[in-house]
């Protein structure tokens, strides 16, 4: 029941802490909860599938096939994030304003909802999949008791929950008018530690074969497998023996992300009275 | 809602169209049952590509990881998986089965 536990609440946690991010990030919009729990009820179905084809998935590119689906999954909930922190450079100060006046933010909010609600899918996809695998086969193999294992999965996905509850009501402490710098913040750490990520599978898959060498190794400080680590590894892509290659990546799509921020910032702040008439008009 | 954004779309096609490495390789079998790997101690030569094929014999999933290669790589009860190594420096490289830390246990020997 202990392992049971522990590999749910693993899994349920590096879930759970991108879902309250992205709650978090989500602040005063309206029906972002319906979204969300879309995606997350999408993922765990995505889960399931991905499940019953493991096998499958994973002899394809000649037995690479589980690194590549894994990479592509990372990148494609890097390209929804960097969609959303985009977005939110151009429009994030308006919202701030519009929050102020209640109901006039639902239209506004519609964009990086959908985005939102990808990465939200595809975190409990990737992350769930593992867990229905795991869970799978502890069931047919009868080697744990049922509901030893049943009580086990309930208490590491409650575990995994409250820990990225307090993650989201922590957040929620700052006031609105600073929470959507540090969303968005966090969002682009989140991203550049999933393209990461990706790398590590891509260079796993034999897919990149330069950059290979380790650069830095931490793991007598704080080992990537302990709680704090994992914490860490999630939200900010933290590794204690991360590959040169990965650095470079995750440098690069910190300093992509920003600039495109700040190219978009600018000029949703350069007055532009044409636009604003044509618009206003339709 | 069209998509106004198509760079994540486009980077998903690339993974797609990413051509499969194929490579003759030396390829190692290694087992598991029981929750352990059999062998345990994998003997691979320094700086040359290598590939294990992992067989799962058990009705449990593993997931082969380790953190010193950088691997994880989960495989269903009853299947098999490629876990490929890269040319390795020589020494001892740990690795584990995430999902039962207590016996699945093995190390990989570069010489």
Partial sequence: ?????????????????IVGIVLAATKGVPARGVWVAFGVVAGLAGACI????????????AGSGQELFNACVLILA??????????????????????????????????????????????????????????YGVFASGETSVPGMILGGILGVLAGAGVSALL?????????????????????LLAAGLAAQAVAFLQQGGYVEILTSTVWDTSWLLPEDSLAGRLLHT???????????????????VALILTLMYSQRSRAATPRPAVAEITSRS | MGIRHPLPLIAFAACLAFPAVARAEPAIDVTIKD?????????????????????????????????????????????????????????????????????????????
């Fill in chain 1, 1 to 17: 029941m202990l392992a049971t536990l522990v590999i749910v609440f693993r899994e349920v946690l590096e879930a759970g802490l």
């Fill in chain 1, 50 to 61: 991905v499940a019953a084809f493991a096998s499958e998935i994973g002899a394809l590119f």
């Fill in chain 1, 78 to 135: 890097v390209g929804m994030l960097t969609w959303h922190n985009v977005w939110m450079a151009s429009h994030g100060r308006k919202i701030a304003q519009d929050m102020k006046r209640v109901g006039s933010e639902v239209a506004s909010g519609e964009r990086p909802l959908l985005a939102l609600a990808v990465v939200c899918g595809l975190a409990v996809l990737r992350e769930g999949s593992e867990v229905v695998l795991f869970l």
């Fill in chain 1, 168 to 188: 989201y009501l922590g957040l929620l402490a700052i006031p609105t008018r600073r929470l959507f710098s540090v969303t968005s913040g966090l969002i682009t």
């Fill in chain 1, 235 to 253: 939200l900010i892509g933290y590794t204690d023996r991360p590959s040169a290659a990965q650095l470079v990546v995750y440098l690069f799509t």
């Fill in chain 2, 35 to 111: 929750h352990r790997f059999t062998p345990a101690e994998i003997h691979v030569p320094a700086g040359k590509p290598v590939t294990l094929n992992v067989k799962n014999e058990d009705e449990t999933a593993e997931e082969f990881e380790s953190h010193d290669l950088k691997i994880e790589k989960v495989i269903a009860g009853g299947t098999s998986g490629t876990v490929r190594l890269r040319p390795l420096d020589p020494g001892k490289y740990p690795f584990i089965g995430e999902y039962h830390e207590d016996t699945a246990k093995g190390v990989i020997v570069a010489e």
